[in-house]
T-cell receptor
Framework: KQEVTQIPAALSVPEGENLVLNCSFTDSAIYNLQWFRQDPGKGLTSLLLIQSSQREQTSGRLNASLDKSSGRSTLYIAASQPGDSATYLCAVPNQAGTALIFGKGTTLSVSS | EADIYQTPRYLVIGTGKKITLECSQTMGHDKMYWYQQDPGMELHLIHYSYGVNSTEKGDLSSESTVSRIRTEHFPLTLESARPSHTSQYLC????????????FGPGTRLTVT
């Protein structure tokens, strides 16, 4: 059964720092991996989708990498800003493709 | 930005009431999903649909029911709300296929007193 783990659970950094969020999954037979952002009490905003054939995806200050063989993905945030404060979730489809399996997320706090 | 809508955004209701959480999307997606998220916990799938008249239960057992009469609409109903149903409910949609991105609505935060 696929399990997704995210570390650290929480992270506090000063504005301007570059940071890395980690995601690991137990079953490497994935179709894709998706990173989301969730603000308190809100829905999920899709940040990046990496297909299984890709190694990385970039969007602005965000860069996500995928290493299927080791069951890991990282989300790199460059030059962090207070507006980046949120919970970041990673998710992979289950084997049947009927749902996403989510990690518990990393709650990021960026201070000015 | 994804065009997927949920109403109400917040709902406080007494035990025993029947409630329907609405979800609509304007992207023409065939697949739609309902996830439940308790505070500080992971999202878990409770229902999904591959298209009109198709509904299936997800990994997490739920007393709710869903219907899919129109492609764009996927409402969730609780016949008799209980305090244990207090949670955030998130609706999502995607194209058919295994590699398509899921788009989420803003969620409904339900509190049953």
């Amino acid at each position: 059964k696929q399990e997704v783990t995210q570390i650290p659970a929480a992270l506090s950094v000063p504005e301007g720092e570059n940071l890395v969020l980690n995601c690991s999954f137990t079953d490497s037979a994935i179709y894709n991996l998706q990173w989301f952002r969730q603000d308190p009490g809100k829905g999920l905003t899709s940040l990046l989708l990496i297909q299984s054939s890709q190694r990385e995806q970039t969007s602005g200050r965000l860069n996500a990498s995928l290493d299927k063989s080791s069951g890991r993905s990282t989300l790199y945030i460059a030059a962090s800003q207070p507006g980046d404060s949120a919970t970041y979730l990673c998710a992979v489809p289950n084997q049947a493709g009927t749902a996403l399996i989510f990690g518990k997320g990393t709650t990021l706090s960026v201070s000015s | 930005e994804a065009d997927i809508y949920q109403t109400p955004r917040y709902l406080v209701i007494g035990t025993g009431k029947k409630i329907t959480l609405e979800c609509s999307q304007t992207m023409g997606h065939d697949k739609m999903y309902w996830y439940q998220q308790d505070p500080g916990m992971e999202l878990h799938l409770i229902h999904y649909s591959y298209g009109v008249n198709s509904t299936e239960k997800g990994d997490l057992s739920s007393e709710s029911t869903v219907s899919r009469i129109r492609t764009e609409h996927f409402p969730l109903t609780l016949e008799s709300a209980r305090p244990s149903h207090t949670s955030q409910y998130l609706c999502a949609s995607s194209d058919i296929g295994l590699s398509y991105e899921q788009y989420f609505g803003p969620g409904t935060r339900l509190t049953v007193t």
